[in-house]
């Protein structure tokens, strides 16, 4: 880390977080029940939008949910992942293997054929983000909408998301320069409940990590298991549960996991081997000792601070009429 401080890309990725924490104090502009007139069914077609194309693929809601926080962590939560184009945001490595575009883009073709140039694809995002959690048998809870949409998306622009490898104080420097705490920063993650990694992200811990073994916080007994999922030199793209045990259904398992030796991230594996991460874990597992966090509880209170980094309302942005393009 040490390097990084010496390093200009630092200091600029730094100052932009910084900019985007101020706007996050700026947002004050949304509001739970924004389209109540103007377009009553907004929240309703989304869910049922959501929930058609989960029950044909469920894999949709861990990867809408995912799709959200990239979002409003680069320009804020503004829509700018969902720009087609070359060197756009969607064409970013961490945002490669983001799955749901087209659930935005069902949702926003019936909204606008509903109630059209009203509804903003920032909020259409949100939204679904929340219904990916409640069928996944997760809390439900009231999103502050009047997004609107932004029109800059640059892939450059994501080197400030958190990284897979990405030690504990780099990620609190990365979460609090928008507002969010070390709880928020464990909360957030522990969305990592539901979805899956490809083996490309993480298999580098099973062999040669440490004089030629496995990463030693992986528990002993369960690297076998991974070896035999992620074979050395086999298929990177193949997919994992992230939540070993448990990766479509939205509990505090992933945490039981952390705690076990058996999370599939080293930047998950590092909510419980580091001490100001492991509080967390242990509160939202409710362990003797510790005072309880009711997980989806402070999950929901989390995303509604993370959606609101950098919204634009009122005059700012624009109300796109095609998600993956700009007006």
Same mark, same amino acid.
């Given at each position: 880390?040490?390097?990084?401080?010496?390093?200009?890309?630092?200091?600029?990725?730094?100052?932009?977080?910084?900019?985007?924490?101020?706007?996050?104090?700026?947002?004050?502009?949304?509001?739970?029940?924004?389209?109540?007139?103007?377009?009553?069914?907004?929240?309703?077609?989304?869910?049922?939008?959501?929930?058609?194309?989960?029950?044909?693929?469920?894999?949709?809601?861990?990867?809408?949910?995912?799709?959200?926080?990239?979002?409003?962590?680069?320009?804020?939560?503004?829509?700018?992942?969902?720009?087609?184009?070359?060197?756009?945001?969607?064409?970013?490595?961490?945002?490669?293997?983001?799955?749901?575009?087209?659930?935005?883009?069902?949702?926003?073709?019936?909204?606008?054929?509903?109630?059209?140039?009203?509804?903003?694809?920032?909020?259409?995002?949100?939204?679904?983000?929340?219904? $990916?959690?409640?069928?996944?048998?997760?809390?439900?809870?009231?999103?502050?909408?009047?997004?609107?949409?932004?029109?800059?998306?640059?892939? $450059?622009?994501?080197?400030?998301?958190?990284?897979?490898?990405?030690?504990?104080?780099?990620?609190?420097?990365?979460?609090?320069?928008?507002?969010?705490?070390?709880?928020?920063?464990?909360?957030?993650?522990?969305?990592?409940?539901?979805?899956?990694?490809?083996?490309?992200?993480?298999?580098?811990?099973?062999?040669?990590?440490?004089?030629?073994?496995?990463?030693?916080?992986?528990? $002993?007994?369960?690297?076998?298991?991974?070896?035999?999922?992620?074979?050395?030199?086999?298929?990177?793209?193949?997919?994992?549960?992230?939540?070993?045990?448990?990766?479509?259904?939205?509990?505090?398992?992933?945490?039981?996991?952390?705690?076990?030796?058996?999370?599939?991230?080293?930047?998950?594996?590092?909510?419980?081997?580091?001490?100001?991460?492991?509080?967390?874990?242990?509160?939202?597992?409710?362990?003797?000792? $510790?005072?309880?966090?009711?997980?989806?509880?402070?999950?929901?209170?989390?995303?509604?601070?993370?959606?609101?980094?950098?919204?634009?309302?009122?005059?700012?942005?624009?109300?796109?009429?095609?998600?993956?393009?700009?007006?």
């Amino acid at each position: 880390m040490k390097g990084a401080y010496t390093n200009p890309r630092f200091f600029l990725a730094m100052t932009f977080m910084l900019a985007m924490a101020a706007a996050l104090v700026q947002a004050q502009g949304t509001r739970v029940g924004f389209y109540a007139r103007t377009c009553p069914r907004a929240e309703s077609i989304v869910r049922s939008t959501v929930q058609s194309h989960f029950r044909s693929n469920p894999n949709i809601a861990p990867g809408l949910l995912r799709m959200h926080f990239h979002d409003c962590f680069v320009q804020g939560c503004d829509a700018s992942i969902l720009i087609d184009g070359p060197n756009t945001e969607k064409t970013a490595p961490p945002n490669r293997l983001l799955r749901g575009y087209e659930v935005i883009d069902d949702a926003k073709t019936q909204l606008e054929a509903s109630c059209p140039g009203v509804v903003s694809c920032a909020d259409i995002l949100t939204l679904a983000a929340r219904d $990916s959690v409640f069928l996944t048998r997760g809390i439900n809870w009231a999103v502050p909408t009047g997004r609107r949409d932004g029109r800059v998306s640059l892939a $450059s622009d994501t080197t400030i998301l958190p990284g897979f490898r990405e030690s504990i104080d780099s990620q609190k420097q990365k979460f609090a320069a928008f507002g969010l705490n070390t709880q928020d920063l464990v909360a957030l993650v522990g969305g990592h409940t539901i979805g899956t990694s490809a083996c490309q992200l993480f298999s580098y811990r099973l062999y040669n990590f440490t004089n030629g073994g496995p990463d030693p916080t992986i528990n $002993s007994a369960f690297v076998p298991q991974l070896q035999a999922l992620c074979p050395q030199n086999g298929d990177g793209s193949r997919r994992i549960d992230l939540d070993t045990g448990s990766g479509n259904r939205f509990d505090t398992s992933f945490f039981a996991n952390l705690r076990n030796g058996r999370g599939i991230l080293e930047s998950d594996q590092k909510l419980w081997t580091d001490p100001s991460t492991r509080t967390f874990v242990q509160r939202f597992l409710g362990e003797r000792g $510790s005072r309880p966090l009711n997980f989806n509880v402070e999950f929901a209170r989390s995303m509604v601070k993370m959606s609101n980094i950098g919204v634009k309302t009122g005059t700012n942005g624009e109300i796109r009429r095609i998600c993956s393009a700009i007006n």
